[in-house]
């Protein structure tokens, strides 16, 4: 059974850390590209990391440069998001996607391009 998981997500406060990982079961997701998505109600959804599955590029939303981290674990079947310096606009729900092998560059942050979504995890920051 193919399933995507991510987990990690809580309650934290402003400065904290926060660990998201994206477990898949059923395929390898090292072949894939990964994006990390979050969303609140009546706001867009945005990319907020993405790592290419050909060339392993990386994309970070300008927001989080410099305190998110996006990283696999091939052995794990995991890709991870480590989250540093929480603010209060950090809180969504995150969502963890597989797209297309070759995407890179501009097109990672592209949500439409990503095909396959786990169901979410809240990352609630307070101030």
């Known amino acids: 059974q193919v399933q995507l998981a991510e987990s990690g997500g809580g309650l934290v406060q402003t400065g904290g850390s926060l660990r998201l990982s994206c477990a898949a079961s059923g395929f390898s997701l090292h072949y894939y590209s990964v994006g990390w998505f979050r969303q609140d109600p009546g706001k867009e959804r945005e990319a907020v990391s993405c790592?290419?599955?050909?060339?392993?590029?990386?994309y970070y939303a300008d927001s989080v440069k410099g305190r998110f981290t996006i990283s696999r674990d091939n052995a794990d079947n995991t890709v991870y998001l480590q989250m540093n310096s929480l603010k209060p606009e950090d809180t969504a729900v995150y969502y963890c996607?597989?797209?297309?092998?070759?995407?890179?560059?501009?097109?990672?942050?592209?949500?439409?391009?990503?095909?396959?979504w786990g169901q979410g995890t809240r990352v609630t920051v307070s101030s």
């Open positions: 996607a597989t797209g297309p092998h070759l995407l890179s560059g501009s097109e990672l942050r592209v949500w439409r391009a990503y095909d396959y």
């Open positions: 790592i290419s599955g050909s060339d392993g590029s990386t």
